[in-house]
């Protein structure tokens, strides 16, 4: 069964500071994963989409890394601001041959403070 | 452009009422999907469009139906509600299945 797990489930940070957020996961065959940040009471944004041969990309001052061969993302975020409390989404999505399927993390809910 | 739109933003329905949620977008997109999220769950699929005329059942597509007639707009109807239902519901659109979605901002359902 495909699986998306995220760590920590919630986080708290002080403003400035910079924090990694995890993702493992079991999806086969793997196409791309996607990160996107949720605010609260609004739909998720895409921060970053990666395909199997690219391990690391950067959207501002999230910076996404890959390793396929373990199965693990992380997402980085440098000098955290207080815009940045949201909850952020793992998706991972299967290829053609897995149906094109999308498999979604539960989020880490991270919040910054002053 | 006005990306993705849902309407309305709220509603609160009593158990058997039936309704319509709706969903559009204005960037010419094939693939649309409606999700529902859940406190302490992922989005969950429940149905899904890869172009006008064109749609299929997501994870969790019981006691909802979909049509797309055009490829802007995919309206998700809920047939007779159950307090179950009570949830978001998020619409979501790209190009493509294997390119980065758009989301709609949710409309928030209370089932009594």
């Known amino acids: 069964k495909n699986q998306v797990e995220q760590s920590p489930q919630s986080l708290i940070i002080l403003e400035g500071k910079n924090c990694t957020l995890q993702?493992?996961?079991?999806?086969?065959?793997?196409?791309?994963l996607r990160w996107y940040k949720q605010d609260t009471g609004r739909g998720p944004v895409s921060l970053t989409i990666?395909?199997?041969?690219?391990n690391t990309k950067s959207n501002g001052r999230y910076t996404a890394t890959l390793d396929a061969d373990t199965k693990q993302s992380s997402l980085h975020i440098t000098a955290s601001q207080l815009s940045d409390s949201a909850s952020y989404i793992c998706?991972?999505?299967?290829?053609?041959?897995?149906?094109?399927?999308?498999?979604f993390g539960t989020g880490t809910q991270l919040k910054v403070e002053l | 452009n006005a990306g993705v739109t849902q309407t309305p933003k709220f509603q609160v329905l009593k158990t058997g009422q039936s309704m319509t949620l709706q969903c559009a977008q204005d960037?010419?997109?094939?693939?649309m999907s409606w999700y529902r999220q859940d406190p302490g769950m992922g989005l969950r699929l429940i149905h899904y469009?890869?172009?006008?005329?064109?749609?299929d059942q997501g994870e969790v597509p019981n006691g909802y139906n979909v049509s797309r007639s055009t490829t802007e707009d995919f309206p998700l109807r809920l047939l007779s509600a159950a307090p179950s239902q009570t949830s978001v519901y998020f619409c979501?659109?790209?190009?493509?299945?294997?390119?980065?979605?758009?989301f709609g901002p949710g409309t928030r359902l209370l089932v009594l």
């Open positions: 979501a659109s790209s190009f493509t299945t294997q390119e980065t979605q758009y």
């Open positions: 993702c493992n996961y079991t999806v086969s065959p793997f196409s791309n």
């Open positions: 990666m395909t199997f041969s690219e």
């Open positions: 998706v991972v999505s299967a290829g053609p041959g897995g149906g094109n399927k999308l498999t």
């Open positions: 960037m010419n997109h094939e693939y």
């Open positions: 469009s890869v172009g006008a005329g064109i749609t």
